[in-house]
């Protein structure tokens, strides 16, 4: 019984906590799942587009609290995006922009969201860094990163279904 206590502390601090993940759904039907009886807890993480790099993949995503308690993530600095404009990075994807910032500086972002099923038209617009999240290896060997965006920038770009 150690064993397998052992076993699973070892795959709960290692690995993400939830069990299910729905795509594309809206927020009405994520509502629905939610009050399930079957489920304790749950997060919430809308896959809002990528940042136009030609030498690095950048998600930017929206995850709430629970969410990211759920994907253990943590901040390096700083705090989670409130208000439309406000952002968290990592210092490799500010290198992959080629920009540098610290937090309360403003970057300006190149960025695609999804619409009806593609990547739309490539933007601009000017964040203000509110936290930074750590490059882990895995980021740095395969040039790939995330970014966190407020729920309020979400609503502006994506609508709610």
Same mark, same amino acid.
């Given at each position: 019984m150690d064993l397998i206590n052992s076993q699973k502390a070892a795959v709960n601090e290692l690995y993400p906590t939830w069990h299910a993940l729905f795509r594309n759904v809206s927020e009405d039907t994520a509502a629905k799942l939610a009050s399930h009886h079957s489920v304790e807890r749950y997060g919430l993480r809308s896959d809002l587009g990528y940042m136009a790099s030609d030498d690095a993949k950048i998600d930017m995503l929206y995850m709430d609290e629970e969410a990211i308690d759920m994907y253990k993530l943590e901040l390096s600095e700083g705090r989670l995006p409130d208000a439309e404009n406000e952002i968290v990075v990592s210092k490799g994807i500010l290198e992959a922009l080629s920009l540098s910032g610290e937090i309360g500086d403003t970057v300006t972002i190149p960025y695609q969201v999804y619409r &009806?099923?593609?990547?739309?038209?490539?933007? +601009?617009?000017?964040?203000?860094?509110?936290?930074?999240?750590?490059?882990?290896?895995?980021?740095?060997?395969? &040039?790939?990163?995330?970014?966190?965006?407020? +729920?309020a920038f979400l609503k502006k770009e994506i609508p709610s279904n």
């Open positions: &009806n099923g593609s990547l739309d038209f490539i933007q +601009k617009k000017d964040f203000v860094i509110c936290g930074f999240l750590p490059d882990t290896e895995m980021n740095k060997e395969q &040039n790939a990163y995330s970014a966190l965006v407020s +729920k």
